[in-house]
Nanobody, 121 residues
Framework: VQLQASGGGLVQSGGSLRLTCVASGRGLGSYALAWFRQSPGKEHEFVASVSWKGGTSRYGDSVKGRFTIYKSAAESTMYLQMHNLKPEDTATYYC???????????????WGKGTQVTVSS
């Protein structure tokens, strides 16, 4: 399974961005997808995860009400719509895949390269 994240950038506080993760490879329908983020010197922080068909999702407490993860059952692309961004959202965002819908980074089986999100105050 290969994962390609994109969509990061520089945005002002209160702004919005949409991240995209394209999954490819064999057996994709067996995996749930997730977003984690990491700031320098910190561990991975869970952001959101979604089942492959898109019917079930989970969110980290720090992003609830501001971020929305969504995925169509017919596509292999996952999106993270981020609104009301704050400077503390600044991080490298990674998409990941796991066999079970999870919020834990050690459960992830595959990781993509990250995309940088920077929120200026």
């Amino acid at each position: 399974v290969q994962l390609q994240a994109s969509g990061g950038g520089l945005v002002q506080s209160g702004g919005s961005l949409r991240l995209t993760c394209v999954a490819s490879g064999r057996g994709l329908g067996s995996y749930a997808l997730a977003w984690f983020r990491q700031s320098p010197g910190k561990e991975h922080e869970f952001v959101a995860s979604v089942s492959w068909k898109g019917g079930t999702s989970r969110y980290g407490d720090s992003v609830k009400g501001r971020f929305t993860i969504y995925k169509s059952a017919a596509e292999s692309t996952m999106y993270l719509q981020m609104h009301n961004l704050k400077p503390e959202d600044t991080a490298t965002y990674y998409c990941a895949a796991s066999e079970l819908l999870s919020t834990i980074d050690s459960d992830m089986d595959y990781w993509g390269k990250g995309t940088q999100v920077t929120v200026s105050s």
